[in-house]
Each structure stands twice: as C-alpha cells, then as structure tokens.
C-alpha cells in the first residue's frame, strides 16, 4: 500500500471520494445487531462515539473513565450505505484505510472481504466488483485483546501489537481505544497504480550521492513515467523519463551534490521534493504521487571514552554504542520522551502533533524517543520531524512486558514491523529503530534470545539497515531513572545523583511536578481541591498511588523542604519550582558530562491527558509547564552554567560552585568574564568572578570551583545563585538552591531530616 | 548441495567415483604456467604438497614455517586429466568439493565453469556436456586474501571469511593454507538427486513431537519417496512413502514418543536414523540418504540471581542470558575452547576427531566452544559431537578483527552462513550459535550496531530460529581471562582471582604450561633446550613473546615460587605442576559457584602444532598435559573439594579451608563423611573432618571452614591438602599449595617478594 502523498495535478477529478456517513454501534457478540448505532467520527475511537451520543458528561473528570471499563468486551459495528458510483473504465472503487485498530473484519453487502489483526498495517481493498445498486459496508471490530490469565494492567497487552499504555499506567488512565483510529475513505481511483515505491542511496562524505529508485504498479501496463527530484527552490536537481513494461521498475541516479538533511540545531532540515508520474500513451497522467526527501546518514557510535575504560581480568564486553553521529559529526542529543498526545489516539491531528512538536524544537530539543508503550504515530508526525528538524528515536509498540516466543504473536509483529519499517525508512528523521521500552529489565523479563526481539532486529536489517537498531533501552551502560527529585530510601536528592552517574546515556529520567491550578480545576471536584489528598480523583489523575503511594505529587518531598503548605497555591509553587529546579540540574550536568555522556531525554515530554501530577514538561493538551520553560533555559546553545554538590544547604556549609561555560552551538563563543552573585536574604553579594576563553563550536569550557560559606539566614527556605556574563545577558543563568536551619535549631521544626 | 551420508544398497554401481591424480604447481601471476607440478594430495594444502614434494624438512622444527612465507602471494594450479567416462542415461558426471579455499576458478578444458571466493560454500558442477576424450580438470588458487593496508597479522583477515588465526597468533605460526582442503571428487551420479533436506521439529514437554520433512530433487520427474525413522534397534518409529512431482515436497509426522537426545553426562545421546529414498516406476531407487538424528531443545536462559541484581537509579539492563538449557533442564557446563587441530587443517580427518574427542568426553566436560579464529570442521566433527554427546558453541569465523560492514565482504560472509547454518542445524550437539569472538572488546572494535553482526543474527534467526545466537563473547556479565597463574601487574595469583570473579560465566581463562621434554624435543634445537630463552626456536613456538614477553613460559612466575631451576626437567615440572594447580582452581571454584555461574571453559583444549608452552591442556597431536588429568579430577560428577583464598603460605598464617561436596551428575549422593589431612614436612596430619547429608541429583553442599595455622617448613615449597571420603576414594581430592619462608628469611633468597 502506497502511504505517501497523492495528487493528481493534470487529472483533478480522480481519485475521488465518495463521502460516506459512518455510524457505530456495540453488541455483547459478534454476530448480535447493535441496539442502536450512533454517528460516528471517522477516523476517532468507538468510545469517544458512544460518549458523544449518549450525552455523557466530560469522561477526562474525576475517575469517571472507570464507567468505560465494561466496552472493552464488546464487538463494534460500523456501518456505511452508499450508492452505486459511477466509475469510469480504467477505474476502481478502493476502500482504504490507514489503520483499524485491532483485531477486526470488513464486509460489502454482508459478504467478507477482509480480516485483519493488527492496527499499524493498513488496508486496501478493491470493492468493484462485489456492488450492487445500494451498498452497505461494515467494520466489525473485535473485542479489547487480552491475554489469558494475564493480571489486570500492561500484562494484558503482551500479546498484542497495541500500546500497553492503553491498558493503564502511572500517568494514562485504563482506556483502550478501538476502532477506525487513521485516515480512512473510499475511493474511486485508476487502477493502474504507484503501489510502492523505495528509495535507497548511498551519501558520500563529498557531499555526492547515488540514488536507487525503485516503484512497483498494481498491474501489467505499457507505460511511460516521469520522475523528477525538486530543490528547495523546485529546480530539478535530477530527473528521469522512461518505459515501464513490468510490474517493477527501478533506475539509478548519480548527484553531483546534495544538501544534506541536518537536525534544527546543527543546521538546515533540507528537504526536497520526489515526484513521480505514471503517464499512458495518450499523454494522460494516471497516477502520480510526491514525497518529502532529505539525505543524510545516521550511526549509533560508541560514546568517547567507552573503549578505553579499564576493567580488571576477567574482561566483559565494553558498553553498548549510543551516541547518535549524524553525516559523520558526533552529536550530543538533548530531548524528552513522546507519550501519545491523547488516550484515545484515533483523535490526534495534524494541528495537535505541529502544536506539540514545535514546543519541542523550541525547547531546543533535537531528539524525541517516541515511547514503546505507545503508537506508531500517523504520518502529519513524521513528516512533521523532517520538516522541523527533529531526529526520532521510534520504538516499537512493546513495553515492560515479556512478549512472548508465541508463533500467533510473531506473525502479528512480523506483519505490522513489515508495513511500520518502510514508514519509518522514508523518513530523514529516523535516526534510531528500538524493539521497545525498559525489555531487558527484570520488569520486563526478555532478553536478547527473545525470538521477538531477534525477529524485529532481522526485519530492520532487512529492510532498514541504513538506520540503527537496538532492542531496548537502556542497554549496557544506559541510565533509566531516577523519576524523583528526592529519594527517601537512598537519601539522595537529584544533585547528588547527577554528580554520582556516569552513564553513556539518559534516556529516561524524571522530576514530577503539579498540574497549575486551571488543570486541577478541570479534573478534581472542588472539595477534594485543597488540601490534596489520595481520594479517587487525585488517584485518577496519577497524583497518588501511580508508582509509589506518594506519586506524582510527593507531597511529602514538598513539605520536606517547604514545610506544610496551608493552600493549593503554595503546593502549586513549590511542586512547579522543585520540578523546574530538578530539570535544570539534570538537563546541565548531562551537558557537562559530554563527550562520554551523549544525550539526556527527560520522561516524559508531553501527556495523553491532564493529569493532577507528573514527570511531563507540557500539561494536556499543549500547555507548558514553569518547568518547560526552565528547561528553554537549560538547553540553550550557549550558557554559563554552574553545578552543586547537593539542593540543601545550612549555615557555615562551604556552598562549592562548578563554573562552565557550555556552547553545544555551531558557532564560535568570543571570550568573555562571568560574574558569580549570591542572593541572600534580599541582598545580592558577590561571589568572585571567571574569565572564558575563545570557544570553538561544540566545546565546553570547565570553569573555576567557587566557595562560599553559607552565613546565617532569617525566615527564608531558598537563596539564589546567578551567573552574569559580561555583554552577554543571553548567556546568564540562575540557580536555586534550598537553606535549612543548622541541625540545633531544626530540632524543634516540622521539617524532616534532611 | 547435499551434505549428507549417500550411500545407494540397491545399486552399488552408482555413485561411481572417477578416480583422479591430481597435481599441482604454482606460478606468480594467474595466467602464468607453474614451472613444475608435484603429486597433490586431496583434501590437503597446497604448501603441504610443495613441502613433500621439495622434500623439505619438518616444517614444525625451530622457526623454519617462516620459509614459506613468500608463497602467500602465489597463485597455486591444480589439475587432473581424465578419459570420456561412460555415462549411463539419466546419470551425469559431477564434480563436487566441500570445500576450496579461499577464492577461486574451476575450468575444465580450458573453460571457465566456476568462481568463486569462499571454503566453506560447497561446490557442485556438472561436468557432462563439457567431455571431451581427454579432459582436463583445473582449480586455480589466488594468493592468500589480504586487507589491503593493514598491519601484519590477524588484521589482514579482517575481509575474509577465512580463519584469522593462520595469519599469526599466540600459538599458531603464521601460515596461511590455501588449495582443496575438505572431501572432493569426481563422480557419476543419478540426474535426478536429493538435493537438499530440512527436518524442522517441535518437541513437547511429554516427549511427543511434531515433524516437517522437506526435500528438494535437482529436476521434476514422476517419481515414489519412502521416507523412515528408525530408533537405535533398527526399528521404525515412522514411515512415509508417497509420490512427488515438484520439485519441493514435504510432509508431516507426529511422534507419539521421542527418546531425547542428551550430552553424555546427563543421559544418552540417543540418535535415530533417517532414511529417504526416491523410487522410479520400475521400484529402481535412483538415490538415497542416510543421516542421523537427535531430538532435543535448547535454550539461553538467564542465569539464577542475574534478574534480582539490584541496582541504583539510573537503572541499566540485567546481564546477558549465558545459562544453556537442554530439553527444558537448566545446566552446568564444563567445557574447553577448540582450537584448528592442524595448522593445515585440510590435514584434519575423522581418526584426528575422534581421538581428541575422546578425551574431550573423558575429561567430563559437556560443552566444547569452537573458536572464531579457527575453522568451520568438516562434517565427521559435528557427526562425533553427536554421538558422543558433546553439546557444541559454534562460532562463525571472526576474531579480534573490526570486520567492516563493507558490501563485498558482507556477500561473501552472507554466502558462507547460508551454506553453514543449515549444515549446523542438522546437529544435535548444536547449542549455540555465536558471530565470532571477542568482537565487542577494544582490541575488536566492534558493537551491537555492526552490520556484520546483524546480518549473522538475521540469517541465524531465519534459518535456525531453534538454536541460540550470540553475537560475540564476552557479553555483559561473562567474563573472558585471565591468562595467568600470576599477575605481575594485579600481585594477584590464579586463586585470588577466582574467589574474586563474580561472573556469569568462563567461556575463557588460562593457565599456561610448558610442552614435555619429547615434544620440546621435536621443536627445538639441542643447545638451545636449557636453559629456556627468548631464542627463535622458543618464540617461534610462544614460550616468549607470545602474548607478553614472558608468554607462554611464564618462567619468571615458575622462579618466583620455585627458585631458579638447573634443569629442563625441574622447569617442566614445576611449570607443569602450576597449569594444573591453576586450572583445578579455576574448574572448582567455577563449580563452587553455582547457580549464578553456569558455564567454566579453559582456553585451550588442544593445539594445531607443537608449542613449547601453552594454555593448552593437550599437546599436539592428541597427547594430554599433566594439567589435563588433573582435570578430569576436577571435572569428576561428584568429589569432595576444597577452596583456598591464595596459592602461597608461610609460618603462622592461618590457612582457611573451605570444603564442599560437589555433586553435578544425576544420582542421588548417599551421606558421608570426609578427614581433611595436611600433608608436611614428610608428615601426614588431621585437620579435622566433616558430614555432608544425603545430595540430590545436581546438588552441591557446602561444607565447613577449617582453620589451621601454617608451621614453620624446611627446604619445601610446596604442601598439599587431602581430603579422603570414608568408603568413597573416588570422590577424594589432593591440592598443591605453596610455602615460602616468613618475610625476615626471605629477604636473602632468590625468590621475589610474594
């Protein structure tokens, strides 16, 4: 099946859609009429339809999603009825779609055409000859999968090429989608057609290129066809005319020169524009069809410094390689982790993925992991990424769950990753493939003889070696974790972790934060608002219970530091600031670790619903968190920054200030001076100040270690460290740090041990 | 090509073999006419048949191999005439070789029939419409493949899909072999043949199996098959005949029972035999085979305490599955690594095989690791393994080399493993797949995202999906080395070490030895025997410079518990008597250390010339070192055994004796007692004695920790410790430990600082 753009200049009429009226209903079995049928929304989810009917008040409130919970046994039935089209000779009716999800049949006038298991392979079905005067289609959707015996949650998805998020999690409700959840329509199309079509090249460090087109038509014709590759400006860069006779065809094409592909960050997303035309003898465009085309190469290399270290007989192996080379240069990736933008993914547009996704690039991000708990997102994503210069690290929908050796599942899985890769080829974006989230975990359970893991790795080299691949995260080397700004059970604050790991990587960590108070109001009745407490609805909405009992709002944490709050606003300060300040340090002390350190990624960027509490920077729908914005700061090209020992300070501590200047940009930083403050008390003091020398790009500068004893302070919990760099204010930063009261005095105050 | 057993009772006449002289000579371009021919001898080596014919002397002696290093760049010309032979209808002529090495022609009369770049491809020509009266059949060799602009050495292999370990290593010289080097022959042969077999199965948990025969023929003929099963009485415990037309056919079989095959420790290697024939309409079989088969499964699996590993936040993955398990029982595997048993390895034949074998089986070990340096064997190896009930690590032939993902070189390994792992598969003994060795270590360079490597898992996964598949070894958690009985570096001896290593498993470690007086005898020059020294003689044959500078002799280790010796006898038996010390250390302790560690394999077995010292436990040809026997005791199924935290002792340390019973063979072992002895200055005296309870199958006890306090020793370097089970001698153990002289004593002997 064809997935790339359509368009037919010379020939406006075909293809054309017959709109069709869909309605959906539910029954206890398959073969049982719906009680009613309700008008549906194409593509959407078969729950959403049946809120929308039934009146049902917001289901995203409170814990009301629970009254879902008993449609997931149901069977689902769309219905279309159409007329007889007209359709020319040469033509076709299609009915086609981009994914079904899950398990489901399609029928014309009660007759079977098509079963399917499997919601990322799309379908495409030829109607015209099984139709009469007046047609009645029908998607018959199978009951939510669930393996056997398995425990209530993720479990239940294990053998199920379907997002395991759906089944519930520490931040996404249990609501399983179900239904026609991508593009779908029917059709009247030629029927000599573009089916496939690849492109393979080769890019040389010289900046020339050999190109392999190779495209396929769904039948036997004698044809000509006219394909051209278009620069930014439309100039033809290359072009081909010829015959084609059978059903395959392909040519090579050498570029003399071709701009690269590079992320935002590292320089211009260049994207040119593939256009091929199927053309019949008369002159008379058939079919034609563009795509979006960037060039660039991708590695996964192993991290500077992993080679060389020292291990003691007996020897293991050195760690896995996990930092991303793009066209040749080593890159330092900073980024979050993508959860899918709503529960019910059949909704999630164009305008909802671009909204999202320029967030990310604003954030300065050049890498998004797309989450194996969730989908495989619909093609406006990717295109999207390549447009705004974004490289994907895609997983395949597998998450902490051991997928079973099962020949049922493997055929599944080997059917969707057939129709997923060469997606995912096509795009200049892709710069990782990855079996799935947290596998190798004893969570989890697999490991590397898995028969699924080992079949996906095959189906990538085969069909996606150009792009890297590995079989989870994290592997050998890799940190996950910690999700907390402050560890009761190791004592540790999320300063003195990040001064403690050395990893090649940090695919995943998290800082929860509050939801602001519009968000809360939207999901917690207004007595249960303040104080926060584990009733039903803050349960719902992850604030507690979700990972530990005190999750995602760590209450206890809060007050640990600020002691008791007496209003939600106070809790909503200190949970955003806390969060904010554990982001910062994460996000600069990864960057202070380059080279060996090459990419830091924060769980989780964004969130399928508003949730009360959680890791995520950007509240449902796109609302940024103060914790977004800080990290804005973090990642910025150049900044000076500077790293402490721990968050907690008392009086006559020695306070040890790491000075850096870090310039992850692509051009050279001027020398310069940078004055330290302190911001005590109400008053700013001088700390000292730091000169820098001239930077090249993509260099760190380590600056000097700073002291300063923290003096006595008066009825105050945070204090301020600033950096101020000389002509420079776009470079400054800020950091705050917390004070307690020397142990004697604390003796009598409600704050825990810190 | 089949490459299974043939044989036709029912028409002796055909395969009839065509009996060739062969020749060959060798010239300095390809198309250059050798200036003499000498007799060949098929399947040999081409540097052999020069050797004989120019009657040099032994090549083995001192460093004389380096004489035939000029001939690497030769190009070698085999040929063999022959008359018209009579060929019956329905009958063809053939010639066909299991193997050519490295890259080159076949002609017949002058034509071209066939290249070809790779030794473990078979090769299967038909000759017949090609006869003249006189024929003429030739094979052209090119030079030995060598990377262009690599160093000398392994690295030179680095694009060939040939063994690295010819071009120099620590204990094979560099020669490289090249010419016919497996079975080869011409042969009148049905035109109508078996030409490929699969046996696919399922085994289930009752022992029941399903079956999928497949065959291919090598043209489409109306013709009868009868297939059989026939259990090791000869009877048949399935049949299928049946009439076939395409080329392809196969059929299904359940089997109500199977008798399962095991290694030899655990149960019988139970083989059944497989029949097929293909029948004419006259009832004439026009071919056959016969080949054997054994039905079991196997797993790697994760090993015990791996999953509950706990680590800090950031969380990194669990150690790689290492355990085998076989017919669903997790095992303990003791095993050694196998190395090329000729430098020539064409010289190899099934008498070779067997003998060492043999003694592989003797020594209770259960998993034979075939190096990735070395060679894939010839067929009879892997029908040995089979029968002896040998479980084999089969690794593709890479080592210590970065093997680029380079096209050429991937479509010749790609031809190669299509050609090896079906012929793998068909075995029994067959456990585990592995890319090549050491490959993720920085003297590699190698990692997860090579192609080389991806492709080797893929077709491994395509074509034996039931077999597990490495990439390398080590992998996370398994540990390779050390090479040493002391480390000068680390001031760690063999015993330190091993209470040390923490491991999932020891698919490598050493401990070297030297060769006994005979064998130096048949290496070395008279004057240059004593004293040892780093003369061409002794490095050519790796007692220096081998590794280290002292390596393998490691006479400074030998004088530094020894004193400096005055004879070649005292150097052999004290270093003699450290190998065997050191590798009764390593196979216990290993053992000890069960469950968590599940495999102890010494690096070597044996060795493909005569070395003057090596980590070998068999000298060449098949002749055991004192270390080996030493290890069979080790090795036992059960024994009392007794583990100590250092080699070297002196007066009024107190010596801690850990004592266990182990029991890894399949009987219960009944309750019993054990009388710990220290044998001293002459005198035998009781340290104590212990109680061990009944043991089950597979069970190990640990015993207590005696005590007792060194004496003062005089003129003695060595003690040993006894452990004699009441009414059971067989379980008894002895063990070498060494005394030196108090500090104050010491500081005016020759030994060094301990």
């Known amino acids: 099946m064809d997935t790339t753009i359509k368009e037919d200049p010379e020939n406006p009429r075909f293809p054309q859609i017959i709109p069709l009226k869909w ?160 593009e779908t329509e029917l059709v009247i199309m030629p029927k000599t057609k573009i089916k496939d079509t690849e492109l393979r090249y080769v890019l040389n460090s010289d900046d020339t290129a050999q190109l392999e087109y190779r495209f396929e038509t769904t039948r036997n014709q004698s044809l000509n066809y006219k394909w051209k590759l278009l620069d930014r400006e439309g100039l033809a860069t290359a072009q081909r005319t010829g015959k084609i006779n059978g059903p395959t065809h392909s040519f090579k094409v050498e570029l003399d020169h071709v701009n690269r592909w590079w992320s935002h960050d590292l320089g211009e997303p260049y994207l040119y524009r593939l256009e091929l035309q199927l053309i019949d003898d008369s002159g008379k465009v058939i079919d034609s069809i563009v795509e979006q085309v960037g060039f660039r190469t991708v590695k996964l290399v192993m991290n500077e410094g992993t080679w060389d270290e020292v291990r003691a007989f007996p020897k293991s192996r050195s760690s896995a390689p996990f930092q991303l080379e793009l066209n040749g240069k080593r890159i330092f990736t900073k980024g979050s982790n993508w959860v899918p933008p709503e529960v019910f993914y059949g909704k999630i547009d164009e305008a909802r993925y671009r909204e999202l996704l ?24 990717y295109e999207i990424c390549d447009e705004l210069g974004i490289l994907l690290w895609q997983e395949f929908p597998l998450a902490c769950n051991a997928y079973p050796d099962d020949p049922e599942y493997l055929k599944v899985l080997e059917q969707e990753a057939r129709s997923i890769i060469p997606r995912m080829r096509r795009h200049a974006c892709m710069s990782t493939l990855c079996g799935g989230n947290e596998l190798f975990n004893n969570w989890s359970g697999m490991d590397d003889q898995s028969h699924v893991l080992r079949l996906l790795n095959s189906l990538c080299y085969q069909l996606a070696p150009e792009i890297p691949y590995i079989n989870t995260s994290p592997l050998m ?48 009745p207004e007595d ?48 955003q600031l806390l969060q904010a300040v554990g982001y910062q340090c994460w996000y600069e002390s990864s960057r202070i670790k380059q080279p060996y350190c090459s990419m830091v990624l924060n769980w989780c960027f964004n969130e399928p619903w508003p949730t009360a509490a959680n890791n995520s920077l950007i509240s449902y729908p796109a609302k940024p968190k103060p914790a977004y914005y800080q990290v804005v700061e973090s990642c910025r090209p150049v900044l000076a920054c500077a790293s402490f020992a721990k968050f907690s300070w008392t009086t006559e501590e020695l306070l040890e200030i790491s000075c850096y200047l870090l310039n992850d940009s692509q051009t050279v930083v001027d020398s310069g001076e940078v004055e330290v403050f302190i911001q ?28 300063y004893p923290i003096p006595e302070m008066r009825d105050k919990t945070l204090f301020q460290i600033q950096l101020k760099v000389a002509n420079r204010p776009e470079y400054d930063s800020e950091y705050h740090l917390h004070y307690h009261a020397p142990l004697r005095e604390r003796e009598t105050s409600d704050t825990t041990n810190l």
């Not at 959403?48 to 009254?67: C, I, N, T, V, Y």
């Not at 194996?372 to 093609?379: D, H, L, Y």
């Not at 109400?682 to 100040?689: A, V």
């Open 528 to 575: 249960e608002l303040y104080p926060p407490r584990a009733s039903d609805a803050w349960i719902a909405h992850h604030a507690y219970e979700a990972w530990q009992s005190d999750s995602w709002l760590e209450l206890k944490t809060v007050e640990k530091y600020f002691g008791k709050a007496h209003d939600l606003e106070t809790v909503i300060k200190h949970s």
């Open 477 to 524: 080397g890799v940190g996950h974790g910690h999700y907390l700004f402050y560890d009761e059970e190791s004592g540790e604050d999320v300063f003195q972790l990040c001064r403690r790991a050395h990893n090649t990587a940090y695919p995943e960590f998290g800082v929860p934060g509050i939801a602001d108070r519009e968000t809360l109001e939207s999901i917690i």
């Open 358 to 381: 320029e967030l990310f690039k604003s954030a300065h991000f050049n890498l998004l992991r797309v989450w194996g708990g969730g989908i495989i997102n619909k093609k406006s994503f």
């Open 23 to 182: 309605e959906v209903g539910c029954s206890n079995t398959k073969n049982e009429q719906p009680e009613a049928y309700y008008p549906a929304n194409i593509p959407g989810a078969v729950q959403l339809d049946f809120m929308q009917a039934e009146g049902h008040p917001d289901w995203q409130f409170s814990d009301r999603f629970k009254q879902y919970l008993p449609f997931e046994d149901k069977y689902w039935h769309y219905q279309a009825k159409f007329g007889r089209p007209n359709i020319p000779d040469d033509y076709e009716l299609i009915f086609r779609s981009e994914g079904i999800d899950y398990a489901f049949e399609v029928c014309l006038n009660g007759e079977l055409l098509h079963d399917q298991t499997g919601m990322f392979s799309p379908v495409d079905l030829t109607l015209s000859s099984h139709l009469k005067d007046e047609n009645q289609l029908e998607v018959t959707i199978f009951p939510v999968p669930k393996t056997p015996g398995a425990e209530v949650g993720r479990r239940e998805a294990d053998t199920a090429v379907k997002p395991a998020v759906s089944y519930g999690w520490d931040f996404h409700p249990r609501l399983v989608p179900l239904g026609i959840w991508d």
């Open 680 to 707: 005590i008390n109400g008053n700013q003091q001088k700390i000292g100040n730091w000169a820098y020398p001239k930077l090249s790009t993509d260099t760190n500068f380590t600056g000097p270690i700073l002291r």
